[in-house]
């Protein structure tokens, strides 16, 4: 699977705000990366579309959570991270993930 990455979210403001009040392709996706690895938590406020998150740890996804459109219960990422992934197609824990250019590589 290709996803082509449409935001970033590398700073605290970026990660504070994420996708809200954005709209993410079917294809596509959004990357929140962390300067350490820990444990993070997200949430769907004023998200207008499903997502799945998914926690990647050494290029391997390790975790991956529904989120439903504008709700405002946490999502827990156990796995302690630095590179989180929400898009609207799911990501299968076990998967190899990578960056390539402004793609990610899912397989």
Request: one cysteine or more.
């Amino acid at each position: 699977m290709i996803l082509p990455i449409d935001y970033i979210f590398d700073d605290d403001a970026g990660r504070i705000e994420g996708l809200q009040g954005k709209t993410l392709d079917d294809d596509s996706c959004a990357l929140f990366v962390y300067d350490a690895r820990c444990q993070h938590s997200f949430w769907m406020r004023g998200v207008p579309t499903d997502l799945y998150l998914s926690a990647i740890v050494d290029g391997i996804c390790v975790e991956s959570h529904f989120m439903a459109a504008n709700t405002t219960e946490p999502h827990k990422v156990s796995s302690a991270s630095c590179l989180i992934v929400e898009s609207r197609r799911e990501i299968s824990v076990g998967s190899k993930v990578s960056i390539h250019g402004d793609v990610l590589l899912v397989g």
